[in-house]
């Protein structure tokens, strides 16, 4: 091997690292990529928070456009997003919001929810978290949203905030209402 060679190897392998490095810079790191956008939203059935005889399913959501948020009473994030959350709702929004409790004790979240406003249509909750990892859930806050034939369209992984609801959520969903 070449004198000059032995050096562009480590030369080109630091290009290479630093062109993803450099790639890095650039990307929002409260993106995260979900494998379920434009994939069926997976198939559950759960026991409603505010009467436990009732359950809400998915089958039942088809035919309209609506948002799941997945949150939780211990997640601050959570917390943050609540007021505005309230406020939607209270500015007329009519998309449905079904709220899933995430791994959290089902009394507390109803505390919360009485205490501090109830933003949802519905809310839901598991014991299990089968349908937390059905839906690829990797902390809280997130938020789908689902068009009328039951399919997600857009995945939002950290607090609803106006400049999220404004630039990115509203437009989908009237387009989705559209369809």
Same mark, same amino acid.
């Given at each position: 091997?070449?004198?000059?060679?032995?050096?562009?190897?480590?030369?080109?392998?630091?290009?290479?690292?630093?062109?993803?490095?450099?790639?890095?810079?650039?990307?929002?790191?409260?993106?995260?990529?979900?494998?379920?956008?434009?994939?069926?939203?997976?198939?559950?059935?759960?026991?409603?928070?505010?009467?436990?005889?009732?359950?809400?399913?998915?089958?039942?959501?088809?035919?309209?456009?609506?948002?799941?948020? $997945?949150?939780? #009473?211990?997640? %601050?994030?959570? &917390?943050?997003?609540?007021?505005?959350? !309230?406020?939607?709702?209270? *500015?007329?929004?009519?998309?449905?919001?079904?709220?899933?409790?995430?791994?959290?004790?089902?009394?507390?979240?109803?505390?919360?929810?009485?205490?501090?406003?109830?933003?949802?249509?519905?809310?839901?909750?598991?014991?299990?978290?089968?349908?937390?990892?059905?839906?690829?859930?990797?902390? $809280?806050?997130? #938020?789908?949203? %689902?068009?009328? &034939?039951?399919?997600?369209?857009?995945? !939002?992984?950290?607090?609803? *905030?106006?400049?999220?609801?404004?630039?990115?959520?509203?437009?989908?969903?009237?387009?989705?209402?559209?369809?």
């Amino acid at each position: 091997m070449s004198k000059s060679l032995k050096y562009l190897i480590p030369f080109g392998i630091f290009i290479v690292l630093a062109g993803f490095l450099f790639k890095g810079l650039y990307m929002d790191p409260r993106q995260l990529p979900s494998v379920l956008i434009n994939k069926p939203m997976p198939q559950w059935s759960l026991p409603t928070l505010f009467d436990t005889t009732k359950t809400l399913s998915t089958e039942e959501m088809k035919g309209k456009v609506w948002m799941l948020n $997945v949150w939780a #009473t211990w997640c %601050i994030p959570c &917390k943050q997003e609540h007021p505005y959350m !309230v406020k939607l709702k209270k *500015d007329g929004l009519k998309t449905p919001i079904v709220g899933f409790v995430y791994k959290d004790n089902p009394g507390a979240a109803l505390n919360m929810l009485r205490q501090q406003g109830n933003p949802y249509d519905m809310v839901v909750f598991e014991v299990k978290n089968r349908v937390g990892l059905d839906l690829g859930v990797t902390g $809280v806050p997130e #938020t789908f949203v %689902i068009d009328k &034939k039951g399919v997600i369209r857009a995945k !939002v992984s950290y607090p609803l *905030d106006p400049q999220i609801w404004n630039e990115q959520l509203k437009p989908l969903i009237k387009q989705l209402e559209a369809e």
